[in-house]
């Protein structure tokens, strides 16, 4: 073999394994779920947030794996499954749902977790109360309106 075909075998070998990217190319592990978190978002002002508030300000997040993360200790909870504003909660009674819904404190907007359900003057929509102690979460109703202000 002369030295410039050589080369040339070498070269082309070096191509493909690094591939056009110049990264070795290799099989692709399947994507990772475990930082993932719902995102949801206010249709009236855009505002995003994975941070989901209760009626004592304590946030919750959902995992893109269908569980309730308590933050203040890192607790999950499965069978949590986000769905745009909706999240299932057959966990605390059979065919009920949450429904993250938009308020705002002192001109901050904030995301609170809610019964699903219409809002209106007869029914307003209030905060759910969360609560875990040891391995149990326990999930309250309360008076607490969405914020507004």
Known sequence: MTRAK???VAIATLLELTGCGGGLVGPT???STAGQFA???DRETGFTTSDVRDAQDQIVRFSAAGELIWTPTTARFPGYI???AVITADRQ???CYFLVRFGTVNSQPHA?????GDDSPENPATVLDLEVTDTQLTVSKTSMLVPRT
């Open 29 to 31: 592990p399947p994507p």
């Open 6 to 8: 050589a080369v040339l």
């Open 82 to 84: 986000a769905d745009g």
């Open 39 to 41: 995102i949801f978002m």
């Open 93 to 95: 009674c059979a065919g």
């Open 112 to 116: 609170y977790l809610t019964w699903a």
